[in-house]
């Protein structure tokens, strides 16, 4: 029989202390005769089952088990859904909504209009309003909409590791603020322009005197240390293009995403590429050790190893007539110098310098604009208003953490900051939070300081919090929310300093408010509305600092700290050098667990997935090692690179027109975020483990190395003493979007199919129409020619074009590819309005991505060892009018609409990828497996409810945002007005700060997009096919200096 | 009988040598061949069988493999869309081309010696073009409405788009399957009245009762039967041109450098019709031996197919450079890189596979020493079809993966999957010609007797010549055609 020693036996009667009620004196007074009479109605022989367990007992442990056998089958949702009782003012459900809000971003905010669907942020733009942001985005503020919903932030605050509660951390707060006279706080977060986080800083100091304050940034802004020496308040250049002549680089990629102000330079770069009236145009110089996206924007570019930067721009500087004192060094008298001085000279207030992130070069070429007059015309000094907090990052923190080992650090809050990532690993931080007893990290995931702080918040996403900030020019803005936290315990990190500051739990909104009052003035509440409408508080720019009030001499300080540094004007130093960079898509790691970045392509090596070690093909040569292209895949040799703080261990990949013996690795990579999800599980039969790219815990972990073990304590971004690099292993796949065949064969043949035409300013000059000099004579068709063998044959006459009449909209894009700098703006853009899967690093190495724009990239000239230009080209859809894909389809999946686009009917389509083929473009894309089917939940929230999702198996391609063109159709039928020119404007067009792609109406002669299609400068790509394309290009020009065109 | 077949003889001259080995009587050539369908199954047939049977099932794994996960399983990628599945379908309908040919075309230009090789050829172009149809139906993304292209009035009123050629190989390959399987039916009645007729078992005798549609030998069905053998000889005849030229349409009409060829309807014709006779002989050479027909199927048979393969491969191999002379006489620049990079680049060891193969090897074919023996036309045979189907991945992989626009070149390599099913194929064609071999004459008996010596009326009375002539009895003296 079964056992079941599950229930106590019942406690007899008599056993049972004194109960209030009795049913008899006998029972009161507990005699065991009454008991004996009363304790079992059977006779003894009969009493009770064999085993312990009564069959009462069994029959209830029965009928609980069924009963909560069947509960388990019906339970009922928990989750509340609410329809609107009341419909919220001016909700139309299905028609999307736009807040102006900003992002926060290298300590500026990079203001923005984000689209919302009955409630959620589906899509990011640049405010159009906003004196800065023109509307235009960078990859960072498109792809933060997926960090949003990003499945493995994390959601609840954890105590030692264990989850706990927000009022449980407010208890704690408030207990330690309680102690605030002698605890020993300190904070360290990201720099930041927030007018409220500022406020809370001088309340957080007010409050504890001990107060530790530390701003720390993993890619720290140079430009800023180099024009703020010696000022009072913190200030930062702003360079003007649009007014500049003659522009000089070192090493700076002012054009990248990651530049704090490249919507403005980049906006003002192609303004100043434009021929102007006068017939003149821009000429950039770039001295860099990497090819980055300037370098390929360059007229004149020159590889130059990081280390011998200083040395090259003082001997720049020195033929400017600044900075006598330098020393002469073999740069002095080099042809590129003495052009580049000379032109520069000329240029006098219209030349300008910038550099990156190398402290000396930012102030030699801080001299340099001084010298030439340029301050107040292209580069103006900006005076924030703070006073600034931090000129040498790491010297703070070296204290800092001095101070944490010492235990002299009671509580450390952590906002928004990784330091035990990404801090160089020699700094130990991670073992000096343990020797501090209470570490408080907020963050939007469990990161690497998560795991090893006592308390960790969630942090808020700026979509889902109250904030404000300046943008890079100074215009203040508030930072909306769009949507209420989506994990409960989130809160902002205003809210989190505020209560540390006070002991009491404030809202962001309140604290934000507070901070605006004296702001805007007494009638707040307009005013206040004003502001989070516009997104922006007019006349609140940064005043620039009135030229000739430099405090200290940008150039003495600079030879300065080079005399300090070594050699400063000596010849270039043997031996090899390791240079350190933000990525261009993950940054410093806080994108790392975004797959749209994960999977965008470096706008150069076209590499996903991985960070990898750029060299050039003779560093590459004489480290013997390789990256060979195996049947399609790219097996790189893995090197171990050494420096005095310790080594890792990374893939290779050869680029050319790369500084020899220079050895460039990124930031952002080896991340290992804690994800709660399940891991998908799999079997042999089933892929989808294989293909899921969120199958596999945090998007992040995992992917690359993190070389936080190698950087120099200092934070230098250059290490050249001591460096060592050895080949360790090799046959390590690496996943590039390009180059499946050999790199430069592939671009010799593109330019010689002219491809990708382009020109100098004077062939430009002597011939505008250089675009069509390569095409045969085109074939004018007239219909009447050709014989007919129906009358009336003309396909406007026939019965399904009149049933079905052409529109009044012709549909045409035409982009610029003198302004286009490839800064993949538009990809991501693209990305997030068409919901376009990610497909992870195997498949891109199987040649199955799926972005609809792709910039294609080709090196002209010069081969792969010396020093190539590099050309981008953005490739969408083109749109035939003479589609090659619609004709070969055999069930009609992809057809032309009457307004001249070529659609493609994604619930029509089976698959059978002709069309692809027959694409002489190959801007087709194939679902190879079911991307949208594995995932996760809250990354559909992301999706545009308004562009289908593409199951497995369907092609699908660029539709030139067809659904914001209907969108305009039914705008304009309702208001019953013709479509206005620009009203339409695709993905990329908006993204895009270069201005680069127009889009429009054809049909209508007045529009900008037939004012490009005028432009003698206009092309079609393999316009010889006749397949009639409605993308066009206008051709490139280049201004090189004559004197540096003859030698080369 | 017929008229037909013995007016055939009429091209025959007189020093050819016999057609058939032995002295071989109507009765031998009966039980030659009725009796390897009616013996008890030899042990080493089922051994057969249950290879094929493996590879059918692996066939079906992999299909369901594919259908569960998608497409990705295969190699393919964005330049090259289409991989394995297309090389194999255009291979198989090639070779499905030997069968109908042979029947139809010799028979309309009264090649006698084809009686004995039609019947199994036949059978190897059904299961063949079976073998085909399998891939562009198992390729889309979406199988479940492959139905689709398919013209069927829906409430959708969605139709198909009649412009694509892939449509029209639906209609070619399907077309093309209906008749060859009628034409094959047909062609056997008499022959399964033959094994009715000497059937002991009951219910044998039903079925092939059943199957052989009542025939009796009387003159009336012989009349009938010719008459509609000749008839679906002649619809079959321009369906041997036209499938393949269909499935080289996929090809030739889109704008693909390196496809889009007018050259290729007649090559890839001529290609076909080399691939299916390498195939026939591969099989032949086997079957002859394994069943003991060398007296039926002899060598005289197998050197006439042999100098059809020198002349289909010698015709595929001037298109190959023709095809190269005409991408430079063009001026198209990206013609001449495809076939620049079809020659030098990453496929070159793909594409001199096939040149060796199709072009060089036949070749050995011009002596006749060669073209008899037996060992050497079966290595050429099994290359050729190597090469065949290298011919048509060159086509398809290494035009697709370098086109216009170099970023979005890549390479192509097939996955496990795409190598497994393919072998899967060879085990549906296998399974289905093993069960022909046992089940089905595999030699066309009747036809067989046509021309054998004693068909020929005149034979018995000891003056003929050996063999059958023109039999016109009613209409002239009886005179033998060569006297």
Redesign the interface.
Same mark, same amino acid.
């Given at each position: 029989m079964i056992e079941l020693p599950v229930l106590p036996t019942m406690p007899s009667e008599d056993a049972a202390p004194r109960s209030r009620f009795w049913r008899s004196v006998q029972q009161l007074q507990g005699d065991p005769a009454y008991s004996a009479f009363t304790g079992s109605e059977l006779l003894p022989e009969a009493q009770g089952p064999p085993s312990e367990t009564s069959r009462r007992q069994f029959l209830q442990i029965m009928g609980a088990s069924m009963a909560l056998a069947g509960l388990t089958a019906c339970r009922k949702p928990v989750e509340a859904i609410m329809p609107f009782a009341q419909k919220p003012e001016e909700m139309i459900p299905g028609v999307p909504m736009q807040y102006a809000t900003g992002m926060e971003f290298r300590g500026t905010l990079r203001p923005l209009v984000v689209e919302s669907t009955d409630g959620r942020p589906t899509k990011i733009e640049g405010n159009p309003e906003h004196p800065e942001s023109n509307g235009s985005t960078g990859v960072f503020e498109q792809a933060s909409l997926l960090a949003l919903y990003d499945p493995d932030r994390s959601r609840d605050v954890l105590l030692d590791g264990v989850a706990s509660d927000w009022n449980a951390f407010v208890r704690f707060a408030a207990e330690r603020h309680a102690e605030r006279a002698t605890g020993r706080l300190a904070v360290l977060v990201r720099a930041s322009s927030s007018m409220t986080r500022l406020a809370l800083r001088s309340e957080l100091e007010a409050a504890w005197p001990g107060l530790r304050w530390v701003e720390y940034d993993a890619v720290a802004d140079e430009a800023r240390r180099a024009y703020g020496m010696g000022r009072r308040n913190a200030v930062r250049p702003r360079f003007h293009f649009d007014r500049a002549r003659v522009i000089l680089s070192l090493d700076g990629d002012f054009l990248d995403s990651t530049d704090p102000d490249h919507l403005h330079n980049t906006r003002g770069f192609a303004r100043s590429r434009a021929v102007d009236e006068t017939g003149e145009m821009s000429r950039l110089y770039v001295a860099e050790s990497v090819y980055t996206v300037t370098g390929g924007a360059a007229d004149h570019r020159l590889a130059v190893r990081r280390s011998d930067l200083p040395a090259f721009a003082a001997a720049i500087a020195r033929r400017l007539g600044v900075g006598a004192g330098g020393a002469a060094s073999a740069w002095t008298d080099h042809p590129w110098v003495v052009a580049v001085a000379d032109d520069l000279a000329q240029a006098g207030p219209r030349g300008l310098v910038v550099a990156g992130d190398d402290l000396a070069a930012q102030q030699l070429a801080f001299a340099m604009n001084l010298a030439l007059g340029a301050t107040g015309t292209t580069v103006d000094v900006l005076d924030t208003g703070v006073a600034e907090f931090r000129l040498d990052q790491a010297a703070e923190l070296e204290t800092l953490i001095a101070d944490m080992l010492r235990g002299e650090v009671d509580t450390l809050l952590l906002v928004d900051v990784n330091p035990v990532y990404d801090l160089p690993s020699s700094y130990g931080f991670r073992e000096a939070m343990a020797r501090v007893p209470d570490t408080v990290h907020a963050g939007l995931h469990l990161d690497e300081t998560a795991v090893a702080a006592r308390w960790h918040v969630p942090l808020t996403h700026y979509l889902e919090a109250w904030s404000d900030g300046r943008a890079y020019g100074g215009t203040m803005s508030v930072v909306q929310p769009l949507i209420a936290p989506l994990y409960e315990a989130a809160h902002s990190a205003i809210e989190i300093l505020g209560l540390l500051a006070s002991g009491i739990d404030r809202s962001g909104y309140d604290l934000v408010r507070r901070t605006w009052g004296p702001l805007i003035g007494p009638d707040f509440e307009t005013s206040w509305r004003r502001v989070i409408h516009d997104g922006f508080l007019p006349g609140t720019a940064h005043p620039a600092v009135a030229p000739g009030t430099e405090t200290v001499d940008p150039l003495q300080s600079a030879l300065e700290a080079l005399a300090e540094g070594g050699a400063p004007a000596a010849a270039a130093t043997p031996g090899l050098e390791v240079v350190f960079h933000a990525d261009s898509r993950l940054f410093d790691g806080s994108f790392a667990n975004n797959a749209w970045l994960q999977e965008l392509p470096d706008a150069v090596s076209k590499v996903v997935w991985d960070n990898v070690a750029l060299m050039s093909p003779a560093t590459a040569r004489s480290l013997d090692v390789r990256v060979e292209?195996v049947?399609?895949?790219h097996h790189a040799d893995r090197v171990q690179i050494a420096t005095p703080d310790g080594s890792v261990d990374l893939p290779v990949w050869i680029l050319p027109g790369l500084a020899d013996d220079s050895v460039h690795v990124t930031l952002g990579y080896g991340r290992e975020i804690t994800s709660r999800r399940a891991r998908r599980g799999g079997n042999l039969?089933?892929?989808d483990h294989r293909?899921d790219v969120y199958g596999q815990g945090a998007v992040a972990t995992g992917i690359g190395v993190s070389v936080a073990p190698i950087r120099p304590r200092s934070m230098a971004t250059v290490v050249s003493e001591s460096v060592s690099i050895t080949r360790s292993g090799g046959d390590y796949l690496v996943a590039s979007t390009?180059d499946?065949?050999a790199l430069p064969e592939?671009?010799a043949?593109?330019m010689?199919?002219g491809?990708y035409r382009q020109a100098t300013l004077e062939e430009y000059r002597a011939n505008p129409g250089f675009v069509s000099d390569s095409e045969p004579e085109p074939i004018r068709e007239d219909w009447a020619d050709y014989p007919a063998l129906w009358q009336n044959a003309h396909p406007a006459d026939q019965p399904a074009t009149k049933d079905n009449p052409y529109s009044p909209y012709q549909w045409g894009m035409v982009i610029d590819l003198n302004a286009c700098t490839g800064c993949n703006a538009c990809l991501v853009a693209c990305q997030a309005e068409n919901n376009i899967q990610v497909v992870g690093k195997d498949?891109v190495s199987?040649?199955?991505?799926m972005h609809w724009i792709?910039l294609?990239?080709?090196f002209v000239g010069d081969g792969a060892e010396g020093s190539p230009e590099m050309v981008v080209?953005p490739?969408p859809c083109m749109h035939c009018e003479n589609a090659?894909c619609e004709?070969?389809?055999?069930?009609?999946a992809t057809v032309h609409s009457p307004d001249g686009t070529n659609q493609m009917i994604y619930n029509?389509?089976?698959?059978?990828?002709?069309c692809?083929?027959?694409c002489?473009?190959?801007v087709?894309?194939?679902?190879?497996?079911?991307w949208t089917g594995t995932l996760p939940e809250s990354l559909h929230m992301a999706s545009n409810p308004n562009v289908t999702v593409r199951s497995?198996?369907?092609?699908e391609k660029c539709s030139y945002c067809i659904q914001r063109v209907r969108e305009a159709n039914r705008r304009s039928n309702l208001e019953n007005r013709p479509i206005r020119d620009g009203e339409v404007v695709t993905a990329c067009q908006q993204a895009c700060p270069a201005g680069a792609i127009v889009f429009g109406d054809l049909a209508d002669p007045e529009s900008r997009v037939a004012a490009g299609r005028r432009n003698p400068r206009r092309y079609e #790509?393999?316009a010889e #096919?006749s397949?009639k394309p409605r993308t066009s290009y206008l051709g490139r020009i280049r201004n090189p200096n004559p004197r540096l065109e003859h030698q080369a | 009988m017929s008229t037909v077949p013995h007016s055939a003889q009429t091209a025959q001259a007189i020093d050819d040598p016999p057609l058939f080995g032995a002295d071989l009587s109507f009765h031998d050539v009966t039980e030659l061949v009725s009796h390897h369908t009616e013996k008890k199954t030899p042990t080493a047939w089922f051994g057969a069988f249950a290879l094929a049977n493996a590879g059918l099932l692996l066939l079906v794994a992999m299909i369901a493999?594919l259908f569960?996960?998608?497409?990705?399983?295969w190699?393919?990628?964005?330049?090259?869309?289409?991989g394995y599945a297309i090389v194999n379908f255009v291979f198989w309908v090639g070779i499905g081309h030997a069968g109908t040919l042979i029947s139809a075309i010799l028979f309309l230009f009264r090649q006698p010696w084809r009686t004995a090789i039609n019947r199994s050829a036949e059978a190897m172009t059904i299961f063949a073009v079976m073998c085909a149809l399998i891939f562009p139906t198992i390729?889309?993304?979406?199988?479940w409405?492959?139905y689709?292209?398919l013209p069927i009035p829906n409430q959708m009123e969605?139709?198909?788009?009649f412009? %694509?050629?892939? /449509?029209w190989d639906?209609f070619a390959v399907s077309v093309y399957f209906m008749v060859s399987a009628t034409f094959w039916y047909v062609g056997m009645v008499p022959d399964l009245a033959s094994l009715r007729d000497r059937a002991r078992s009951l219910w044998r005798r039903r079925v092939l009762g059943v199957l052989s549609m009542g025939w009796s030998g009387a003159n009336r069905h012989w009349r009938n039967y010719e008459k509609a053998y000749l008839l679906l000889a002649a619809l079959a005849t321009p369906l041997v041109l036209s499938v393949h030229s269909v499935v080289s349409f !996929?090809f030739a009409?889109?704008?693909?450098p390196g496809w889009h060829t007018t050259i290729f309807p007649p090559y890839f014709v001529a290609g076909a019709i080399f691939s299916g006779f390498a195939m026939v002989v591969t099989l032949l050479v086997i079957s002859r031996k394994v069943y003991g027909l060398e007296n039926i199927i002899t060598v005289n048979h197998l050197e006439k197919m042999n100098i059809i393969i020198l002349l289909t491969g010698t015709i595929v191999g001037f298109a190959y450079i023709t095809e190269f002379f005409i991408a430079w006489y063009s001026g198209v620049?990206?013609e001449q890189?495809a076939f620049l990079n079809r020659a030098f680049g990453?496929y070159a060891w793909a594409y001199w596979i096939m040149m060796s193969c199709n072009l060089l090897f036949p070749q050995f074919f011009w002596f006749k020493k060669l073209r008899r023996s037996i060992p050497f036309m079966f290595a050429v045979s099994i290359t050729t079809n190597i090469g065949m189907w290298f011919e048509r991945f060159v086509i398809t992989v290494t035009s /697709?993966h370098?086109?216009? /626009?170099? %970023? %979005?070149? !890549?390479?192509? %390599?097939p996955t496990a999957v795409d190598i497994l099913t393919f072998v899967g194929t060879f085990g549906l064609f296998f399974t289905l010609f093993l069960l022909f071999l046992r089940f089905a004459p595999m030699v066309a008996m009747a036809e067989v007797k046509y021309v054998m010596p004693q068909a020929d009326p005149h034979f018995y009375e000891g003056h003929g010549d050996g063999r059958a002539g023109a039999d016109e009895p009613e209409v002239a003296p009886s005179v033998s055609p060569t006297s």
């Open positions: 292209l049947n399609g895949k039969f089933d892929l293909t390009q499946h065949g592939d671009s043949e593109a010689n199919r491809l498949q199987r040649g199955r991505e792709r294609d990239r080709y080209q490739v090659p004709s070969v389809c055999p069930v009609a029509r389509c089976i698959g059978t990828r002709y692809a083929n027959n002489p473009y190959k087709r894309r194939f679902n190879y497996y079911n497995r198996g369907v092609m #790509l393999l #096919l397949v | 493999y569960w996960n998608g497409t990705g399983v190699g393919l990628n964005n330049p090259v869309g289409w390729h889309v993304g979406r199988v409405v492959i689709w292209t969605m139709w198909p788009q412009k %694509s050629p892939l /449509l639906v !996929d009409v889109s704008i693909v620049p990206y890189y990453p /697709l370098r086109d216009y /626009l170099p %970023s %979005s070149w !890549d390479y192509y %390599s």
